[in-house]
C-alpha cells in the first residue's frame, strides 16, 4: 500500500510573489502582435507595388479595361538556367513587351522595349532575360538594389552594375543619353567580331587595336606578344587590383615627375567617378603617369578614343557562354592575316614590298616609326648607318644583340627597353621587312 | 478581472488542483514539459538582478534558431551554384523570407553575444562554487558551459559560410586560415573543415552538415545535460547564501514560490520578451548579403565575423616584420594566446579557492582580484573586436569609421 507523505500546509499559491509579471507579458505580446503586423505590412506592400498599380492605370487609361484585367500583382521574372539568371526587372518595368506603349507619353519606366535594328529578333528576352545586356541586379525587387545606386553613404555593391546613362553622363560621353556604355556588354559576347551594327565606340576601339597594333606587346585572346600584361580577361579585374592610392605622375620634359596627387585624387579632381573605368581613362591618355616605367607608349588619343578603348578592355570579360549562345562569326570580315601563300618568291617585287610593310604595322610600329623617337628610334636613314647584315640580326635575333653587339649594347643604354619583336618572326618576314624599309627609310 | 484571468490562465496551464505540496511536486514532476523544474523555488533564484535571465536568453535564441532554420532548409540549396540565389530569393521572391532570414541572422548574432555574457555573470557571480553543499559540483556545470560557448560559436560561424557571398566566404577563409597556423596539424585541420585545398563545394557541405545536423544536436545534448547538473547541483548557487546564513546561526526563512505558475510564467515573460526583441531587430535591420563569393578576388578589407575580429586583431597584432621577414602571426595570436585565455577560463572554476560565501553573490570582496584580472581580460577582447569592427578599414588601416576611404567601383 501507497504510504500518504505527512500532509503540508500548502501555501496560498493565490498570492502573486511577482505581481508585474503578467501585466509585462501582455504588454509584450501587444509589441509582437505590432512588430508581426509590421512585418505582414511589409511583405504586403512591396516598394514595386506602387509601380504595377500605376501600370495597370495606364493600361486601364489606354486600352480599357480588358486589357488591364490581365495585369495580376506580384514579382515577374524572366528565368533563364543556361545563364544562370533571374529577370526580376520586369516586375516594375511591365511594359517591355506591350505594343502601342511607345509613346514618348509613357512614362519611361513602363514603355516597351525599343528594337534598333532588329536587336530583339536576335535576342529575345527569354533566352538573354535584361541584365546580359543593361547589367544591375536582375534578383533585386527594389529600384536601389536592382540599379545599383549608392546613396546617402549607403554603398550598394554588384559586379555588373546598371549601364546607364546617367553613367555615360558622368564619364562626358556626348551621346551620353543613347547609354553608350551597353556596348561593353555587346561586345563580352561578340569579342570576336570587326564589327558590329549599333557599337560605334568598340568598332572605333577594335579599329584603333589593329591600328597601333596593341597584340605587339598585350595578348588579346590568346593571340599576341608578352611585353605588356595579357588583356584577354582585363574586364573581369576587381577594382582591388587596381592601386588608386599610389602617385599620378606628370610628364615633364618626357620625364614622369610625381604630381603630389595619387590617383584617386588625380580621378576626383577631373570630376570623374571613383572607378576602374576612370583609372583606364588616365592610363590611356598616359600610361606613364599612373606606372611611371611602364613601356606603353603615348598614343595621343582623342577623348573619344580613350573612353572607347576604355569600353573595349572592360568588354573583355570571363563568361561562361553555353554553346548555342555564342555568335556566328561574322565570314568575309576575318582580320586580315599576313599573307604566307608568296614564301617563295626571292625577286624584290612590290608584293614583297607590301607585305613587308603589313609585317612592319603590326609588328614593329608600336615601338619604331620612321620619322619619329618613339620607344624605339627613328628609322629615318637606316640604311646609311647600319648594314643590311645588322638589322637582319637585330631583327632577327635582338637577345643576343644586345648583349653581344656593341652598337646595340649602346642603343640599349640610350633606349632603356630591350628591342623585342611580337610574337616572334620567320626569315621571310624579316627579309620582306627589310625591302619594305629599305624604300621608306630612304 | 484579475480573478478571471487566473482562471483562464489555470485552465490554459495547470488544471490540475493540488491539496497539498505533495501533490504540487507530482505535478510538477510527472509533467513531461516541467519535469526539469523541482516544484518550488527560492524567489531569489527567479529574481532580475541575479541571474540577469541570460541562460534562458540563450536557450530561447536557440529554439528560435532551431525553428526559423527549419523552415529554412526547405528554402535554401547548399551548392555553390544555388547557395547565393536562393538566399537571393529569400530576400525578394519568398513570401516572408526576408523576416525569416533576418530572424535566423539576428537570432544567431544575439545568442553568442547571450551566451558569452551568460558566461561573464556566472563568473561574476560565483556560480560555479560549491557554497556549502556537498552534494553540488557546479564546476562541472562551468566547464560545459564553456563548451557550450564554443559550439555556440562554431554553429555560427559555420552559418557564416551558408550564404556564399564575399562577406561570407571571405570571413570564413579568414577564420579557416587561423585554424590552419595551427601547429603540426593545421594543415589537416584546414583539410578536414575545408574538405579540399580551397573553400569550394566541399568546404560549403562540410559547413552545412556542421551546422544542420552535428552541431545543434551536440548542443542539444549538453544543454539537456546542463540543465540537469542544475538540479542535481541543488539549483542556481544563490540558493547556497541561505545555507550559509543559516550556518551562521542566522534565522533566515527563503521565500519559496511554486514553479508552476510563477518560474512557468518568467520563463514565457522572457521567451516572449526575447522573441519580440528579435522581431524588433528582424523587421528593422536587414541582414547584409554582398556579391556572390569569389575566391578570384578579397574584399577590403576582408573581416572574420564579428566574434571572432579580436582574434583577426590579435593576428594582425602579433604579425611581426622586420625588413623582409615576416613572423606570422597566425599561431600566437590565433591559436596561442586564445588557446590560453580559453583554456585557464575553463579550468579557473577548479582553482578559485575563494571562501564559500563567495557563492552566488555578484562581485564579492574576496574575489576582487580574480574579478579584476577577468575584467581586464574581457576589457581587451571587447575592446580588440570594437577596434577591429570600426576602426579598421581598408588594407587593414585604422580610420575613424566616420572616415572610411571611398573603395572604387568597377563602373
Given at each position: 500500500m501507497e504510504q500518504k507523505p505527512q500532509k503540508q500546509a500548502l501555501p496560498d499559491v493565490k498570492e502573486d510573489p511577482f505581481p508585474y509579471d503578467s501585466w509585462i507579458i501582455y504588454g509584450l505580446a501587444v509589441v509582437g502582435a505590432f512588430l508581426l503586423g509590421l512585418a505582414i505590412y511589409k511583405e504586403l506592400n512591396p516598394e514595386y507595388i506602387k509601380y504595377q498599380r500605376e501600370f495597370k492605370a495606364l493600361v486601364e487609361k489606354k486600352f480599357g479595361k480588358e486589357a488591364a484585367a490581365s495585369i495580376t500583382f506580384g514579382v515577374k521574372q524572366i528565368w533563364i538556367p543556361a545563364l544562370n539568371k533571374t529577370e526580376r526587372c520586369i516586375t516594375c518595368h511591365m511594359g517591355y513587351e506591350w505594343k502601342g506603349l511607345e509613346g514618348e507619353d509613357v512614362p519611361k519606366v513602363f514603355r516597351t522595349h525599343p528594337d534598333i535594328e532588329g536587336l530583339i529578333a536576335k535576342h529575345p528576352f527569354n533566352k538573354f532575360g535584361c541584365t546580359t545586356c543593361h547589367g544591375g541586379q536582375g534578383f533585386a525587387t527594389n529600384v536601389r538594389e536592382a540599379h545599383v545606386i549608392n546613396e546617402g553613404g549607403k554603398k550598394v555593391r554588384w559586379l555588373e552594375p546598371l549601364l546607364s546613362s546617367e553613367k555615360a553622363k558622368e564619364y562626358g560621353f556626348k551621346d551620353w543619353q543613347k547609354s553608350p556604355l551597353i556596348e561593353i556588354n555587346c561586345n563580352t559576347c561578340h569579342r570576336f567580331d570587326d564589327s558590329l551594327p549599333g557599337t560605334p565606340y568598340i568598332n572605333l576601339a577594335k579599329r584603333l587595336v589593329e591600328e597601333k597594333a596593341c597584340r605587339t606587346c598585350h595578348m588579346i585572346n590568346g593571340e599576341?606578344?608578352?611585353?605588356?600584361?595579357?588583356?584577354?580577361?582585363?574586364?573581369?579585374?576587381?577594382?582591388?587590383?587596381?592601386?588608386?592610392r599610389g602617385t599620378y605622375y606628370e610628364i615633364k620634359d618626357g620625364k614622369p615627375v610625381p604630381s603630389g596627387r595619387t590617383v584617386q585624387e588625380e580621378i576626383e579632381r577631373r570630376g570623374l567617378p571613383l572607378t576602374v573605368f576612370s583609372w583606364h581613362i588616365l592610363h590611356f591618355e598616359e600610361p606613364r603617369s599612373i606606372t611611371p616605367t611602364s613601356k606603353m607608349p603615348n598614343f595621343g588619343f582623342t577623348d573619344e578614343e580613350k573612353l572607347a578603348l576604355t569600353m573595349l578592355v572592360m568588354s573583355w570579360k570571363k563568361v561562361n557562354l553555353p554553346a548555342e549562345y555564342i555568335p556566328r562569326p561574322k565570314k568575309g570580315e576575318v582580320i586580315p592575316q599576313a599573307d604566307t601563300s608568296k614564301k617563295a618568291e626571292g625577286t624584290v617585287s612590290a608584293d614583297l614590298v607590301k607585305r613587308g610593310e603589313e609585317i612592319f604595322k603590326q609588328k614593329c610600329t608600336a615601338c619604331h616609326q620612321i620619322d619619329k623617337k618613339l620607344v624605339g628610334p627613328a628609322l629615318k636613314g637606316l640604311f646609311e648607318r647600319r648594314k643590311e647584315e645588322w638589322v637582319f640580326a637585330m631583327i632577327m635575333h635582338p637577345d643576343s644583340m644586345v648583349k653581344n653587339d656593341p652598337t646595340a649594347k649602346k642603343l640599349l643604354e640610350e633606349y632603356k627597353v630591350p628591342m623585342a619583336v611580337p610574337g616572334g618572326i620567320t626569315e621571310d618576314e624579316t627579309k620582306a621587312v627589310i625591302e619594305y624599309l629599305k624604300q621608306a627609310t630612304k | 478581472m484579475k480573478e478571471r484571468l487566473y482562471q483562464v490562465w489555470r485552465a490554459l496551464i495547470w488544471t490540475f488542483d493540488p491539496a497539498d505540496r505533495g501533490e504540487a511536486g507530482k505535478a510538477v514532476t510527472r509533467n513531461f514539459w516541467l519535469h526539469w523544474f523541482p516544484p518550488r523555488m527560492t524567489k531569489e533564484s527567479l529574481s532580475w538582478g541575479y541571474s540577469l535571465w541570460l541562460g534562458t536568453i540563450s536557450a530561447v535564441l536557440f529554439f528560435i534558431l532551431v525553428i526559423t532554420g527549419i523552415i529554412l532548409m526547405f528554402l535554401y540549396v547548399p551548392s555553390v551554384e544555388r547557395a547565393y540565389q536562393s538566399i537571393k530569393d529569400l530576400e525578394y521572391?519568398?513570401?516572408?523570407g526576408w523576416f525569416l532570414r533576418n530572424m535566423h541572422r539576428w537570432s544567431a548574432h544575439m545568442m553568442v553575444a547571450a551566451v558569452f555574457l551568460h558566461m561573464l555573470r556566472v563568473f561574476y557571480t560565483g556560480a560555479y562554487k560549491n557554497g556549502m553543499s556537498h552534494m553540488a559540483k557546479r564546476q562541472i556545470n562551468w566547464v560545459v558551459g564553456m563548451i557550450l560557448l564554443g559550439v555556440t560559436l562554431l554553429l555560427s560561424f559555420s552559418g557564416y559560410l551558408l550564404p556564399w557571398d564575399q562577406l561570407a566566404l571571405w570571413a570564413v577563409t579568414v577564420g579557416t586560415q587561423i585554424a590552419r597556423s595551427v601547429p603540426f596539424i593545421g594543415d589537416e585541420i584546414y583539410y578536414v573543415l575545408a574538405g579540399g585545398t580551397r573553400l569550394d563545394q566541399n568546404a560549403l557541405i562540410r559547413f552545412y552538415t556542421l551546422h544542420v545536423i552535428f552541431l545543434p544536436a551536440l548542443l542539444l545534448v549538453l544543454f539537456s545535460y546542463h540543465m540537469w547538473r542544475i538540479r542535481k547541483d541543488e539549483g542556481l548557487a544563490i540558493t547556497e547564501q541561505f545555507s550559509i546564513a543559516r550556518k551562521k546561526g542566522e534565522a533566515v526563512q527563503p521565500e519559496m514560490v511554486f514553479s508552476t505558475p510563477w518560474a512557468v510564467r518568467r520563463i514565457v515573460l522572457v521567451s516572449l520578451g526575447t522573441l519580440v526583441w528579435v522581431m524588433f531587430l528582424s523587421v528593422f535591420l536587414k541582414s547584409p548579403l554582398e556579391e556572390p563569393a569569389s575566391l578570384e578576388w578579397t574584399p577590403n578589407p576582408a573581416k572574420a565575423p564579428w566574434y571572432f575580429l579580436w582574434l583577426q586583431e590579435l593576428v594582425a597584432i602579433t604579425t611581426i616584420r622586420i625588413g623582409g621577414f615576416t613572423l606570422n602571426g597566425g599561431f600566437v595570436g590565433g591559436v596561442l594566446i586564445p588557446a590560453i585565455l580559453g583554456g585557464a577560463a575553463t579550468i579557473w572554476a577548479f582553482i578559485d579557492?575563494?571562501?564559500?560565501?563567495?557563492?552566488?553573490?555578484?562581485?564579492h570582496k574576496s574575489r576582487l582580484v580574480q574579478n579584476l584580472v577577468f575584467t581586464f581580460f574581457v576589457l581587451i577582447i571587447v575592446g580588440m573586436t570594437i577596434f577591429a569592427m570600426y576602426f579598421r578599414g581598408p588594407y587593414w588601416g585604422i580610420y575613424w569609421p566616420w572616415a572610411w576611404p571611398e573603395l572604387p567601383e568597377i563602373i
Open positions: 599576341g606578344g608578352q611585353i605588356g600584361p595579357d588583356l584577354t580577361y582585363e574586364g573581369s579585374k576587381m577594382p582591388e587590383m587596381f592601386d588608386m | 521572391a519568398v513570401s516572408f579557492k575563494s571562501p564559500a560565501e563567495a557563492t552566488g553573490v555578484w562581485f
